[in-house]
């Protein structure tokens, strides 16, 4: 009679080589990581990691992705240890996205690496600041989708695969063109079924709604709120109508129903009054610093710099990259001093 010690196999590597093969498994629309388009700097294949794992595993170590604890959702610097703050809501979108990859066919691990870097160009304050850096921008449109490849391009060079730049570039609804791979269109409606459920579920617990205020063309189709039911319902009908029409897409009466959700948040959370005057001071302490920076320069430290970049680049770069309680501190510092009388 064997031992448990003698029943056990011995492990065996799995190389990078048996991992692209399992690809092909995949939906003919996945991408696959062995005909990525590539990287702006060649690089020798890794002998395990196939390229969109090593993409993964850049994001998850870099600094911008480490900054996401610090910033905002919806409530700006919150003082509960439950409510949603950029990295949760990241993890949140990374956990939906892959639910709806695995089911469809996709690329699992393309998918995670899009979903782990999309906010990491965000602003602090949430898309507060993101209007507040807007106002320096010709056109005026500062988006943090661009920034985002900036970032990894160039801030926090990463040298990351085209396709996880283009989930970056993509994954906010109104930029065109839209995404190129099947991953980044899984990325766009994760983030939507993410934040819309978790903001819903913050704003109850700080008592500024309550479940009660959802208007019934939204719990008709959905049902009584419920985070993880309403979550599991938007995740099914993007997968029942992904596979009847042939491309990411979503059930039009759910979709109809997120519609009618996300303007009720509009309405009641995100531009309530309370909200509307949170964002003029979180937008004056951005301007602020700004314009600070932009008469001092030589206070960005040159870990922020980019010294070929024009001033005004090296000092929206510097504050986009700020945390929110980084921000409030340093305007305390250059604004509020202590020690005065």
């Given at each position: ?57 850049r994001v998850l170590h870099s600094k911008a992705f480490r900054r996401l604890k610090h910033k905002t959702q919806v409530f700006i610097n919150p003082e509960g240890d439950h409510f949603v703050t950029r990295m949760s809501h990241t993890l949140q979108v990374t956990q939906v996205a892959r639910a709806l990859a ?240």
């Amino acid at each position: 009679m064997t031992s448990p010690a003698e029943q056990l196999q011995p492990l065996r590597p799995v190389r990078r080589e048996q991992r692209e093969a399992r690809e092909d498994m995949l939906s003919p629309q996945a991408a696959r990581s062995s005909r990525s388009r590539g990287r702006g700097r060649r690089e020798i294949p890794d002998p395990y990691r196939t390229e969109f794992e090593r993409d993964r595993d850049r994001v998850l170590h870099s600094k911008a992705f480490r900054r996401l604890k610090h910033k905002t959702q919806v409530f700006i610097n919150p003082e509960g240890d439950h409510f949603v703050t950029r990295m949760s809501h990241t993890l949140q979108v990374t956990q939906v996205a892959r639910a709806l990859a695995v089911a469809l066919g996709l690329n699992e691990v393309l998918t995670e690496a899009i979903c782990l870097a999309h906010d990491c160009g965000h602003t602090p304050f949430g898309h507060t600041g993101e209007a507040a850096l807007s106002e320096y921008v010709d056109g005026g449109e500062w988006l943090h989708s661009e920034q985002g490849v900036r970032l990894f391009e160039v801030l926090e060079p990463c040298n990351l695969s085209w396709e996880v730049l283009d989930g970056i570039r993509a994954h906010t609804w109104r930029v065109k063109p839209p995404p190129h791979t099947a991953e980044g269109w899984v990325c766009r409606f994760a983030d939507r079924i993410a934040y819309l459920n978790h903001d819903l579920q913050d704003a109850v617990r700080a008592g500024v709604i309550s479940a009660g205020d959802v208007p019934g063309e939204i719990t008709d189709v959905l049902g009584p709120f419920s985070g993880g039911i309403w979550i599991n319902t938007m995740i099914e009908a993007v997968i029942e109508q992904s596979c009847r029409r042939g491309k990411i897409t979503m059930d039009a009466e759910v979709l109809l129903a997120m519609k009618h959700f996300r303007e009720f948040m509009f309405e009641s959370v995100y531009l309530r009054p309370e909200a509307t005057a949170q964002a003029r001071r979180a937008t004056g302490v951005i301007h602020q610093l700004v314009e600070h920076l932009l008469a001092h320069p030589d206070q960005i430290p040159d870990s922020y710099r980019i010294v070929e970049a024009e001033p005004l680049t090296q000092v929206l770069d510097y504050v986009a990259g700020m945390t929110d309680r980084y921000a409030l501190s340093l305007h305390d510092r250059l604004f509020r001093p202590r020690g005065l009388v």
